[in-house]
């Protein structure tokens, strides 16, 4: 699946396998065919993802929304 983050100056795209975010009511993780649903992140947190080739990354989050589909998630944050 895909994970497009985009902020006011870049977009960026990563093929992921997994995506664990946390929001006001709880912790998620998401994977391909996953319901679609849109989610406020909760603030100051991290997102983390599995890369398909392994790598586990992670990245801070002020504030922002992630729209899931059964192939993507897609976060838009106001801030880089």
Known sequence: ???????????????IT???????????????GHAPTVLTLAANEKITFCLKNGKRESMPIKQGVVHI??????????EP
């Open 69 to 78: 589909t059964r192939t993507a998630a897609t976060i838009i944050m106001n």
């Open 1 to 15: 699946m895909d994970l497009i983050i985009i902020t006011p100056v870049q977009e960026l795209i990563y093929g």
């Open 18 to 32: 997994w995506l664990e975010i946390n929001t006001p009511v709880g912790n998620f993780v998401i994977q391909p």
